[in-house]
């Protein structure tokens, strides 16, 4: 594998950050100017799907649009300060472009809102592609010509595939790595401190480097 050919996409929340205690924060926000109870422990323990599908279990339908878009208002002020990256970020990052490769993120969020994570956080991607999710996500990955996806979820996995892409899942967020590999991850690791390590191999041997999970 050519070492200037090599993409590697990764999903956002729960992958790169922990976007648990910002999102928690705005949940909390949301349920007070609202005057709805939302548990926003519980909200924030099921990240990946789209916005929407967690607000219609706390809203009906027709308060949806309105209310996701009072929680992207208040999304900078409350969740990108709170947010810190997930360990090993920082340095899968930094090891896809010591190998020459881009590191590109596809994510549900909100594209603007990701941005300021990113910013803030100074995780140094080389695209960004906002509101895409499952098989969504292929539409990103097949125009950067992917390699590989990284994600949490099991709607990472399927955008993985669906973009024709090795599925690299972590076991940090709400799917275990049983739920992972069941869902048809390639490879499963613990978090993305392992995922250098991998790349490394990955790259010897234009293999999938082996699943370093426990």
């Known amino acids: 594998m050519a070492a200037h050919s090599l993409t590697v996409g990764f999903d956002l929340d729960m992958t790169l950050i922990d976007s648990r205690p910002g999102i928690k924060a705005v949940y909390q926000e949301l349920s007070a100017r609202t005057g709805t109870f939302i548990d926003a422990d519980l909200a924030a ?5 789209p916005l929407e599908h967690e ?46 490769g881009r590191a590109i993120v596809v994510t549900a969020k909100y594209e603007p809102n990701a941005k300021l994570h990113l910013d803030h956080l100074g995780l140094d991607v080389d695209a960004l592609f906002g509101s895409l999710w499952a098989e969504g996500k292929a539409e990103a990955l097949r125009k950067h010509q992917a390699q590989v996806y990284v994600g949490d979820h099991i709607g990472d996995v399927v955008g993985a595939h669906t973009a024709g892409a090795l599925s690299v899942a972590v076991a940090t967020g709400p799917c275990d790595a049983t739920e992972l590999r069941n869902a048809g991850a390639d490879v499963v690791l613990a978090d993305l401190t392992e995922f250098p390590s991998w790349l490394e191999r990955y790259a010897a041997e234009g293999a999938d480097g082996g699943d370093t999970a426990t």
């Open 45 to 49: 323990s099921r990240l990946g799907p």
């Open 55 to 100: 607000i219609r279990h706390w809203f009906p339908e027709e308060r949806v649009a309105e209310t996701a878009a009072l929680f992207r208002e208040l999304y900078p002020q409350y969740a990108v300060a709170a947010s810190p990256a997930m360990p090993g970020a920082r340095e899968a990052i930094d090891a896809i472009h010591a190998a020459g």
